[in-house]
């Protein structure tokens, strides 16, 4: 429940119209992030929620680095097609967790979404690497639940209690 409250605030701070409200958007992804870590912490056994949580603090970092937007540069941008027309540097990115910067006003460049896939381009702008340490999660996550284990046999239960006489 706590894990989809938090997609549920990013949603709001990605999608929902609320005009140039750029504090409340910036309050809503800190806060999604704290409610997926608290989630990560509960579920710390699975090891593919480990991964996830380091991949969440990696981005949690870049946020909170630079004032609670991903940030990504304009060069990240145009390696995936044209910049949007209302892209202004310095501002919030429609659409988006982003924050478009110039390289040098970036904190935490190489946690930021600077990283493409060609094939992607068109449906995903660019990406973190904490995004693909999720994404490895997420891959470690739905084997652990999906994938048969293997286990020895159980003995027979003669065997454990001795023999009956």
Known sequence: MVALLALCLQAIAIKAPIGDADALRRVLLVSSYLLLMVFVGF????????????GLLLNFA???ANEGF??????AVLRTGPLPVDAVVGEWLPGSKDILLG???VRLWFLGDRLTWEPLSPVLRAFSIGDVVIFAGLLVTLADFFV???RTPAEPADTIAGPVA
Not at 70 to 75: A, F, G, K, Q
């Open 70 to 75: 991903m940030p990504i540069t304009p060069e």
């Open 43 to 54: 579920n710390l056994r699975r090891p593919g929620i480990a991964l996830i949580g380091l």
């Open 62 to 64: 870049a946020i909170v």
């Open 103 to 105: 390289r040098e006003d």
């Open 148 to 150: 048969p284990r293997f």
